[in-house]
T-cell receptor
Framework: GEDVEQSLFLSVREGDSSVINCTYT??????LYWYKQEPGAGLQLLTY?????DMKQDQRLTVLLNKKDKHLSLRIADTQTGDSAIYFC???????????FGAGTRLFVKA | DTEVTQTPKHLVMGMTNKKSLKCEQH?????MYWYKQKAKKPPELMFV???????INESVPSRFSPECPNSSLLNLHLHALQPEDSALYLC????????????FGPGTRLTVL
């Protein structure tokens, strides 16, 4: 069945880069997403990438997709304390209603 | 208007109470979702409506009753809940043509006593 896996924790120092990794199993995945959730809040869509792309950059965020290995990563440059949150990797297929979420990676940013 | 709103923000109810959660979006999205999220877990899909019709019910107990009165509104009626139903309830919407990305509301924090 479909599955999305992420490491549970990542700790970085303020100003360093953070890299959050994700693997997925569904080869028909068309869209891959990164959501951010701060404590007590809903999920905020940070960025997404189509499966026919290798990379997408948006300001401090860089998404890399290795479709062969079904591996997705999110790099946050110059990580700030405000980036401390849970980051969910997710995937969906064209025409499908469901989005499959990973367990989330909790990012701690030390000042 | 590019947001999904949910009311109330917090709700405390007893196991014999009847209450409703409300969700609204004005982005013209024709798919709307209810998710349940327990602490430190990903969201779990409960229901999906497309064009105001129930498309997916993920075997949710009947004490949760969804309703989609029009294309902008989504309700979740609650009755005879259990303490283990305490969670963050998230609403989301997406357009059915174009991108698959879902936009989430801030959630309702529900506590069942």
């Amino acid at each position: 069945g479909e599955d999305v896996e992420q490491s549970l924790f990542l700790s970085v120092r303020e100003g360093d880069s953070s890299v959050i990794n994700c693997t997925y199993t569904d080869s028909s995945s068309t869209y891959l997403y990164w959501y951010k959730q701060e404590p007590g809040a809903g999920l905020q869509l940070l960025t997404y990438i189509f499966s026919n792309m290798d990379m997408k950059q948006d300001q401090r965020l860089t998404v890399l997709l290795n479709k062969k290995d079904k591996h997705l990563s999110l790099r946050i440059a110059d990580t700030q304390t405000g980036d401390s949150a849970i980051y969910f990797c997710a995937e969906s297929s064209t025409g499908g209603f469901k989005t499959i979420f990973g367990a989330g990676t909790r990012l701690f940013v030390k000042a | 208007d590019t947001e999904v709103t949910q009311t109330p923000k917090h709700l405390v109810m007893g196991m014999t109470n009847k209450k409703s959660l409300k969700c609204e979006q004005h982005m013209g999205h024709r798919a709307m979702y209810w998710y349940k999220q327990k602490a430190k877990k990903p969201p779990e899909l409960m229901f999906v409506y497309s064009y105001e019709k129930l498309s997916i019910n993920e075997s949710v107990p009947s004490r949760f009753s969804p309703e989609c009165p029009n294309s902008s509104l989504l309700n979740l009626h609650l009755h005879a809940l259990q303490p283990e139903d305490s969670a963050l309830y998230l609403c989301a919407s997406r357009e059915l043509a174009g991108g698959n990305e879902q936009f989430f509301g801030p959630g309702t924090r529900l506590t069942v006593l």
